[in-house]
């Protein structure tokens, strides 16, 4: 088991930033390919980004492309996404997912999830 805790969700204006976190507990946190979904509501969940087990390959929605940049400490268990330029139409759940085998954007393909943080962009 994989136990996926996210924070740094909040609320912020257009235009802002926000860092999310996604702490992992359990297995081995570098054998695991990461991934980042959201859900807005009304809608499916939908891929954002996701990172191989060495970081060395990442994968992004082209609606959050040259936006937001996810990236990953295997020393602190720890993989992140970093928001910028945010819009309204980012507001979502967003949900951190691993996978063992590799960063695809398929979420059926992840077998751990966390909790979800909210993350609202308002003025």
């Known amino acids: 088991q994989v136990q996926l805790v996210e924070s740094g969700g909040g609320l912020v204006q257009p235009g802002g930033s926000l860092r999310l976190s996604c702490a992992a507990s359990?297995?081995?946190?570098?054998?695991?390919?990461m991934g980042w979904f959201r859900q807005a509501p009304g809608k499916e969940r939908e891929f954002v980004a996701a990172?191989?087990?060495?970081?060395?390959?990442?994968n992004y929605a082209d609606s959050v492309k040259g936006r937001f940049t996810i990236s990953r400490d295997n020393a602190k268990n720890t993989v992140y996404l970093q928001m910028n330029s945010l819009k309204p139409e980012d507001t979502a759940v967003y949900y951190c997912?691993?996978?063992?085998?590799?960063?695809?954007?398929?979420?059926?393909?992840?077998?751990?999830w966390g909790q979800g943080t909210q993350v609202t962009v308002s003025s």
């Open positions: 997912a691993a996978d063992p085998l590799r960063a695809t954007r398929r979420a059926p393909d992840y077998a751990y």
């Open positions: 359990g297995r081995t946190f570098s054998n695991y390919a």
């Open positions: 990172i191989n087990r060495s970081g060395g390959f990442t």
